[in-house]
């Protein structure tokens, strides 16, 4: 048995893996986002802890024979979450999250200052990656920057809560804007430009290596046995891929949850920071991926969702499933930058807008507008992976969006991809990170190479992909008005 651990922003998810790949149990304990300034997104790491707990004891008590019979842990979670340690380990704030955009002006310094940068990190300095968070707390709050000894990612945090070590694994620490991607090692110049150097960071490990071995009084307070390995896990996105076998040259995969991510698995180091892409490691040795990212994506149908009163996403989706072409092609246009945007616009300050609204804009209509500018969102993320050299022709969509037919057949027609579900809650992270578990013990690479049972398959559309392609154009053409 395998226990995969996914520390969410809102949700820590556990699940229980068994010797011939059968999920036996998951279980999870709900978060909260605190925001005390606008921008601003922070967690309280023991609240992951509190729920990491939480959760693992609530499997336990689901299948009791299973959990004890764990012979390691993986872990999956939030990348570029800053959770900065005294030398007596104490959490000296709260962690300052993915989503917390207040340090642009610190991303243009470091741009500024280091003209390398794109090439040793793979992307462009963005206000969610860990490294201006630091820069940031330098500048606002020195008092707290004097004191701190080391930097952990989220799952790292509860790593070191259950094995007592400071580990990070390679795709992780890609997103902290500190890792020489192609080298899969710190860069000191990196580094440098936050006034950290190595003994800041966690010690390196790939993601399928140990990172840490269970403390005797946290597995007796689980019910777990003592010693067991913890994996060196994996980035969210990076441990998601290896849940769905997304482990060679050109698979990948559509997460359309909070945030919407592309990501296509490739067999070298490939950036194209211009793009505001990313080329990240992988969470397995000699692999890489590249990675597009809108900030705003089911989260924006929830916004509409509740702006409109509906009962839930699912009801706007079929208001909006339900029009004919005739009135689709007359809705309103949205830009899905509710947030600020990464991929391809890298702008923290530009937000959503509607256009073209008028008398006959109704609820349903409304709702076709931001799923359609989510997808168009989509869309530009693909064409900067495209321009980066990745062609992919089948991404696994998974994520809250999943759940919509026809959200998954707009996406086939506007991607002109073939789109699969996997009809799973179970794919993700958790799945990830208990593979990658698996691997510490010594398994076969194989692990992590099933791909789930397929659902259903969406083809592109000819008649849908015209009428797209039409509204697309306009989509583009309105970023330079907002």
């Keep these: 048995m395998f226990l995969g651990i996914d520390i969410g922003t809102s949700e820590v998810k556990a699940l229980l893996l068994s010797d011939d790949h059968r999920i036996i149990g998951s279980a999870g304990t709900p978060l909260t986002v605190q925001r005390p300034h606008p921008g601003h997104s922070e967690q309280a790491p023991a609240d992951w802890w509190a729920a990491t707990q939480s959760a693992l004891l609530k499997l336990q008590a689901a299948h009791p024979a299973e959990y004890a019979a764990a012979r390691a842990i993986g872990l999956s979670g939030q990348m570029h979450g800053a959770v900065l340690l005294d030398a007596q380990d104490r959490v000296l704030r709260p962690a300052i999250l993915w989503n917390d955009t207040r340090c642009a002006a610190e991303c243009a310094e470091m741009m500024a200052e280091l003209p390398t940068l794109t090439a040793l990190a793979g992307t462009l300095a963005m206000p969610?990656?860990?490294?201006?968070?630091?820069?940031?707390?330098?500048?606002?709050?020195?008092?707290?920057?004097?004191?701190?000894?080391?930097?952990?990612?989220?799952?790292?945090?509860?790593?070191?809560?259950?094995?007592?070590?400071?580990?990070?694994?390679?795709?992780?620490?890609?997103?902290?804007?500190?890792?020489?991607?192609?080298?899969?090692?710190?860069?000191?110049?990196?580094?440098?430009?936050?006034?950290?150097?190595?003994?800041?960071?966690?010690?390196?490990?790939?993601?399928?290596?140990?990172?840490?071995?269970?403390?005797?009084?946290?597995?007796?307070?689980?019910?777990?046995?003592?010693?067991?390995?913890?994996?060196?896990?994996?980035?969210?996105?990076?441990?998601?891929a290896v849940g769905m076998g997304a482990v060679d040259s050109g698979q990948g995969f559509l997460s359309l949850g909070t945030s919407g991510v592309l990501f296509v698995v490739t067999p070298s180091y490939q950036p194209n920071a211009a793009s505001a892409t990313h080329a990240f490691c992988h969470a397995v040795p000699g692999r890489w991926h590249q990675m597009s990212v809108m900030l705003s994506a089911a989260s924006s149908l929830q916004w509409v969702t509740d702006l409109l009163g509906a009962p839930n996403a699912g009801v706007v989706a079929e208001k909006a499933a339900a029009l004919s072409a005739a009135q689709r092609a007359a809705s309103p246009l949205f830009l899905p930058y509710l947030g600020g945007e990464r991929t391809p616009h890298n702008d923290a300050n530009v937000r959503g807008s509607f256009h073209q609204l008028s008398f006959d804009t109704d609820a349903a209509r409304l709702g076709y507008a931001v799923i359609e500018g989510v997808t168009f969102g989509l869309k530009d993320g693909l064409a900067a992976l495209n321009a980066a050299g990745s062609s992919v022709h089948r991404l696994s969509l998974v994520g809250g969006g999943a759940r919509s037919s026809f959200w998954a057949q707009q996406l086939a027609s506007a991607l002109n991809v073939d789109i699969v579900t996997h009809g799973s809650s179970a794919v993700g992270g958790a799945l990830g990170a208990a593979r990658l578990g698996w691997l510490a013990t010594g398994a076969d690479a194989a692990a992590v190479c099933l791909t789930p049972e397929v659902d259903a398959t969406y083809h592109p559309d000819a008649a849908e992909q015209a009428l797209l392609m039409d509204r697309y154009a306009t989509f583009r053409s309105l970023y330079r008005t907002v």
């Design 128 to 240: 969610g990656f860990t490294a201006p968070k630091l820069r940031w707390v330098a500048k606002h709050e020195p008092e707290v920057f004097q004191q701190v000894a080391k930097v952990l990612l989220p799952k790292d945090y509860v790593r070191l809560m259950l094995t007592g070590e400071y580990a990070c694994d390679m795709s992780d620490a890609s997103g902290t804007l500190w890792l020489d991607v192609q080298q899969r090692d710190w860069s000191d110049a990196l580094l440098a430009l936050t006034d950290l150097n190595r003994s800041h960071m966690p010690r390196l490990v790939e993601g399928s290596a140990p990172g840490g071995y269970l403390k005797a009084d946290v597995a007796q307070a689980l019910g777990l046995n003592a010693g067991i390995v913890v994996a060196g896990g994996a980035g969210d996105n990076a441990a998601s």
